[in-house]
């Protein structure tokens, strides 16, 4: 059974730093791309950063570029999102995504709330 399972999300000051990661199971993690998406209180998911299979290609939202960094091990079947000079902004509950062709799968979401 695939499965996705977020840590690392807490509460932060503004300016501070948060690093998440997802640990996969129950599927071949190396052949999926995979991708942060955040969600906050009354708006819509959006998607955060990307990474492709074998690490090659990155895409990050505007809103994060220069700020945030995605990553993967492959070793280790992990995706890593490093968050650096937060904002009140970035508050949100951060999912992970796997996806290959028509195949998707969530994880359950981690809360980062950055407040002073």
């Known amino acids: 059974q695939a499965q996705l399972v977020e840590s690392g999300g807490g509460l932060v000051q503004p300016g501070g730093s948060l690093r998440l990661s997802c640990a996969a199971s129950?599927?071949?993690?190396?052949?999926?791309?995979m991708s942060w998406y955040r969600q906050a209180p009354g708006k819509e998911r959006e998607l955060v950063a990307s990474i492709t299979s074998i690490g090659g290609t990155v895409n990050y939202a505007d809103p994060v570029k220069g700020r945030f960094t995605i990553s993967r091990d492959n070793d280790k079947n992990t995706v890593y999102l490093q968050m650096n000079s937060l904002k009140p902004e970035d508050t949100a509950v951060y999912y992970c995504?796997?996806?290959?062709?028509?195949?998707?799968?969530w994880g359950q979401g981690t809360q980062v709330t950055v407040s002073s």
């Open positions: 995504y796997a996806n290959r062709v028509y195949v998707r799968y």
């Open positions: 129950g599927f071949t993690f190396s052949r999926y791309a």
